[in-house]
Structures are given as structure tokens and as C-alpha cells.
């Protein structure tokens, strides 16, 4: 196996909802747009046309694949879009029917007539395909065919999805977990020590850091942002914002000004079993709650586990006295580098493996990772991740409405408690506990994958998309 993730990839910043459904299209019309300018003035083209097959037709509307695509074709950047406009601007380009092409060029463009909805048709590589049509003034057209195969990675069409970045040479190439537990005890390293070795291969030290603690910015101020936001979540499924409810209710009235001093006050009062257990479900559901309303948020592998992770390292910072920056980075650089071991021996796709892809992944990071900061042993920190994912196997992806809301959001914050729970018995237990490899297990995530009924991969055509009421209460 030749491929190289850095885990940069695995943490992406963007917008929400959904990495497969909302940042790889995204990504993949900024990729068409390139390949246009390559071609020719975007002034000579006449027309243009988006083809969603699959699971990105059939759930694209509630997870904004069509707003995707268009903020793409503008040019925008989802790492630096403001977010607060998106709305205006979507509601701009439908009403006067045309699209600023690379933000340089007018274009007539009709989101309902130009955006096509293939919904019983897929393409053979992988359920979220899409092509992009543009007819140039002298009717040349291009036409690409993309694929988003999970956490914001996109593949075009014939292009080899191991081979889209320049190869680069790492000190320890990974494949699998036993690749990285044989590295380590091997030069006597840390996970995270063999990752950030690897990482140097890609950027400069300081750069390394001052990224990664910029990922834990953006964590951290979406979870701030949604223990302070109220009201309903779009997409027409009523269901009610519930972290800010639950923060309220948890700091009573307690006096704070920004997020620092609001982490003095949680760890200041919060001390008793179930307080934290509160505080961990809070952290959660105020990063899934802020991805659903399309907010600024960190791929962790995915957009709809976005909240297992920071709500872990949360957890971690708060309570276990980890607020320290070079705690944050080892944090990040061991969960990153179990997500990409995932991905290379499984998925993390949705479309292609269930919520277990997503939910089960994430978790799976975020018990490695905190046992590697709670000074766990390599076999601990790997034991941990598959305890965490040996618990999810099979888990079905099936969004009501197509929405990343329910049971999307809940299941974050039970991704994040088994985490912690995975943990603590990878960490109070011997490696001669660990009947079942890390590797063993990820092989039966793909194989129960590739066994699993298409219904309940991210298509809402079964389970809970298709067993509910619309007169149930609000969420």
C-alpha cells in the first residue's frame, strides 16, 4: 500500500454538515474550477451543469451538497468562507438566476434546472459521485466525474486514490497498526514521537504545531459557539438546540466572560460522576449542533462524528489537567495518525461502511488518544482504539430527512463516552487483555461494510429514515 496521509488530511477545517456530502463536493467543484482556468478565460464559458448520483442525490439536499457545489463554483474557500453569509449568498445566486464563476465571472445558472438530482441512477467507483458539464461559447464542453470517498477526500474520475498527492518519503511508512506499534517499540517512541517524525516529512516543526493548535482553536470555539446558541435547526425537522440549555443549566449562576474563564468554572465546580458525564454530552452536542447549522467545524475523520473528538479533548483539558499545549498536540498527532490507519485498512465513509465509518473511527481516535496522554503504553493506546471500535461494529448510517441531526447528533456524544470508557480499560488493563488486534478489528469493520445492506449506508432509504413519524415531538 502506497498511501501517504498526513494528518493534516484527516483534520480538515470547513463547514458542516457533512465531510462526503457537503466538503467533498465542495473541494471537488474548487478542483473543476481549476481545471477550467486551465483550459480557457472562465469568460468563454456558456454554460454549466452539476450531476449528483447516488447517495449525494438522495441525501443531498439535507446535507447541502447543492449549496456546496455552487459556493464552490464561486471560488470559496470552506477553511475561510464566512459562514454567517452563506444563506444570502444561496439565496442571492436563486434569485437572480446566474453565478459569479470564480468570483470573476457572471454566469446564467439556475440551481433547480442546472443542479441534477440522479436519485436511482450511481457511478461505479463509489455512491457519492458527481459530474460537472461546462459548454464553452464554441460548444467544446469539459466533463469531470469526482468522487467523495469520506472525511473531505475527493478522487477524480481514472485518478488513482492512493496517488492524488506528490509522493513524499516518510522516516516510518504506516499501513496498519502493526506497522506503528512495530515502529515504536522498535526506536522506543511514543505514538505520537513516530507521527510527528512523519509530519516533518510534509512541514517545518513549528509549522506542525502552530497547525495543529490552530485545529484545536477552531474545536474549541465551535464548542464555545454552540454552548451559547439557542433556537431550531434547520432543514425542517424542528428539532431544538439543546447545549446551550445544557450549559446554562450546568454553570447555574456562575460568572464567566470568554472560554477560558468559562473552563475555570467548569472545573472549578464540576467534580461528581455525573456533572462530568453532563459536561462531556454538552461538549458534543454543541459542535454537532453548530455542524448542523452548516457552522464552522474540524473534519474528525468525518463532519458527522465532527464532535467526538473535540468533546474528548475537551474532557481532557477540563478535567484530567491536559490544558497544555504540547498535551493538545500529542493529543491530535496520535488521533490523526489512528484515523488515517483506518482509513487505509477500511473506511471512512459512510456511503461506503455505515455510521461505524464515521462514529466508530472517531471514537476509535479518541480512545487512543487520550490514553496516549494519560501515559499509556503503545499496546494500551492501540487496545483502547479497538475496544472503542469493536463496540460500534455494524452501526447503520440512516439520517432522517437526510439530515446530519438525528440520530447523528446524539450519537456523538455516545462516540465520545464510549471513548473515554474505552480508555480507562485499555489503561487498567495488561497487553495480554487485548484478545482481538487492532488491525483484526479493522478488517472486520470493512468486511461487516462490504456486507451491509446499501439501505443503511448514509441513503436514508431504511432504518429510523424510514421508521418515524412526522408528528412526533420535537427533538
Not at 477526500?153 to 499501513?175: K, S
Not at 517545518?204 to 459557539?225: F, G, N, S, T
Request: net charge negative.
Amino acid at each position: 500500500m502506497d498511501e501517504r496521509i498526513s494528518i493534516f488530511d484527516i483534520f480538515k477545517i470547513g463547514v458542516g454538515p457533512s465531510s462526503s456530502h457537503t466538503l467533498g463536493p465542495w473541494k471537488a467543484a474548487l478542483r473543476f474550477l481549476d481545471e477550467l482556468r486551465a483550459h480557457g478565460p472562465l469568460s468563454e464559458i456558456a454554460q454549466l451543469e452539476v450531476h449528483l448520483f447516488g447517495s449525494l442525490a438522495k441525501t443531498g439536499h439535507g446535507h447541502g451538497t447543492d449549496v456546496a457545489v455552487q459556493l464552490g463554483l464561486c471560488g470559496e474557500l470552506p477553511e475561510t468562507f464566512a459562514v454567517d453569509t452563506l444563506d444570502s449568498r444561496i439565496q442571492e445566486i436563486a434569485k437572480e438566476k446566474k453565478i459569479r464563476l470564480g468570483n470573476e465571472v457572471d454566469l446564467p445558472f439556475d440551481p433547480l434546472k442546472d443542479i441534477h438530482f440522479h436519485y436511482l441512477e450511481s457511478l461505479p467507483f463509489h455512491p457519492n459521485g458527481m459530474t460537472f458539464r461546462a459548454q464553452w461559447q464554441d460548444a467544446s464542453q469539459e466533463l469531470r466525474t469526482f468522487y467523495s470517498i469520506g472525511g473531505g477526500f475527493i478522487v477524480e474520475e481514472g485518478e488513482d486514490a492512493a496517488r492524488t498527492a506528490p509522493p513524499v518519503r516518510l522516516p516510518f511508512p504506516i499501513d496498519s497498526a502493526t506497522d506503528l506499534a512495530r515502529y515504536c517499540h522498535g526506536m522506543d517512541m511514543h505514538i505520537s514521537q513516530v507521527v510527528w517524525e512523519n509530519e516533518k516529512a510534509w512541514r517545518p516543526e513549528e509549522q506542525i504545531e502552530a497547525d495543529l493548535l490552530r485545529i484545536w482553536d477552531v474545536m474549541k470555539e465551535c464548542i464555545y459557539r454552540g454552548v451559547h446558541t439557542s433556537g431550531i435547526l434547520p432543514g425542517g425537522l424542528n428539532v431544538r438546540r439543546r447545549a446551550a440549555q445544557m450549559n446554562k443549566k450546568l454553570t447555574a449562576s456562575g460568572h464567566y466572560e470568554d472560554y477560558d474563564s468559562w473552563v475555570k468554572l467548569i472545573r472549578a465546580t464540576s467534580f461528581d460522576f455525573q456533572s462530568v458525564l453532563n459536561w462531556v454530552s454538552c461538549f458534543a452536542l454543541a459542535v454537532n449542533e453548530e455542524n448542523a447549522a452548516f457552522g464552522r467545524v474540524v473534519t474528525a475523520p468525518t463532519n458527522g462524528a465532527a464532535g467526538v473528538i473535540p468533546a474528548v479533548l475537551q474532557y481532557y483539558v477540563t478535567f484530567c489537567d491536559g490544558n497544555k499545549p504540547h498535551k493538545i498536540v500529542e493529543f491530535l498527532l496520535t488521533a490523526g495518525e489512528l484515523g488515517s490507519v483506518f482509513k487505509k485498512g477500511a473506511t471512512i465513509s459512510a456511503a461506503m461502511g455505515g455510521c461505524q465509518a464515521e462514529i466508530g473511527v472517531s471514537s476509535a481516535m479518541a480512545a487512543g488518544a487520550l490514553t496516549e496522554c494519560m501515559g499509556g503504553s503503545v499496546s494500551q493506546v492501540l487496545m483502547a482504539a479497538e475496544i472503542a471500535m469493536e463496540h460500534h461494529l455494524g452501526m447503520t448510517c440512516d439520517p432522517i430527512g437526510g439530515l446530519v441531526q438525528v440520530p447523528c447528533i446524539e450519537r456523538n456524544t455516545m462516540g465520545a463516552i464510549k471513548a473515554i470508557t474505552a480508555s480507562q480499560l485499555a489503561l487498567n488493563s495488561s497487553p495480554e487483555h487485548a484478545k482481538v488486534p487492532l488491525d483484526t478489528v479493522i478488517r472486520t469493520m470493512w468486511e461487516t461494510a462490504l456486507d451491509m445492506n446499501s439501505k443503511y449506508k448514509e441513503t436514508a432509504d431504511g432504518g429510523l429514515a424510514v421508521n418515524f413519524s412526522v408528528g412526533l415531538p420535537e427533538c
